[in-house]
């Protein structure tokens, strides 16, 4: 099992510029996440899913937007890339179960930089 | 909005030595996860608590749960450069999504 990729690994794009992340996990877990991280500020929550076909906003959406069309990918994009975006981005995913606390598995991450 | 401060934000110490880090919360904790996030990687789980009081032993790590569930403590003891990291407690949360609220972390930097 790989477990949950990210592609691609770095990447450095310029104002206005747009792109998209890829996420891919193995372990047919419904729920996945975007989070950013940025120095000092933990993790923070961009856009989630708790199925195929379904997402909503985290904490930070602004500036992003997500699509779940198969279980197993979870796309992050950014329509017009701003400095303020620059950040380490990484996906998680975890089970569907009632105990609340069940781990997330993350990926490697994303180091992104807007010029 | 619940908030999650992490203390200290950074602590480098020499090999061999022990220490503590905090995690303090602006309210209730659901339940308490603590991760740890190696340079260039994501972050990976070491432990859940959940009720108040309790502790739990991972090898040298010590993980403290408040009895109120607002605070929570990791001691390392005897460090090793292994243990160099970010270490961040999460709260997960009562909500259709699962989220998870993370803290800023404490980098630990432990020199040989």
């Known amino acids: 099992n790989a477990g949950v990729t990210q592609t691609p690994k770095f990447r450095v794009l310029k104002t206005g510029q747009s792109m998209t992340l890829l996420c891919a996990q193995d372990?047919?877990?419904?729920?996945m996440y975007w989070y950013r991280q940025d120095p000092g500020m933990g993790l923070r929550l961009i856009h989630y899913s708790v199925g195929e076909g379904t997402t909503a906003k985290g904490e930070v959406p602004d500036g992003y937007n997500v699509s779940r069309l198969k279980k197993q990918n979870f796309l992050l994009g950014l329509e017009s890339a701003a400095p303020s975006q620059t950040s380490v981005y990484f996906c998680a995913s975890r089970k569907s179960s009632w105990r609340l606390y069940n781990e997330q598995f993350f990926g490697p991450g994303t180091r992104l930089t807007v010029l | 909005t619940q908030l999650l401060e992490q203390s200290p934000q950074f602590l480098s110490i020499q090999e061999g030595e022990n220490l503590t880090v905090y995690c303090n919360s602006s309210s209730v904790f659901s339940s308490l996860q603590w991760y740890r996030q190696e340079p260039g990687e994501g972050p990976v789980l070491l432990v859940t608590v959940v009720t108040g009081g309790e502790v739990k032993k991972l090898k040298r790590l010590t993980f403290q749960f408040g009895d109120a569930r607002k605070d929570s403590s990791l001691h390392i003891t005897a460090a090793q450069p292994g243990d160099t990291g970010l270490y961040l407690c999460a709260d997960g949360s009562h909500n259709a999504g699962n989220m998870l609220t993370f803290g800023g972390g404490t980098r630990l930097m432990v020199k040989p």
């Open positions: 372990m047919n877990h419904e729920y």
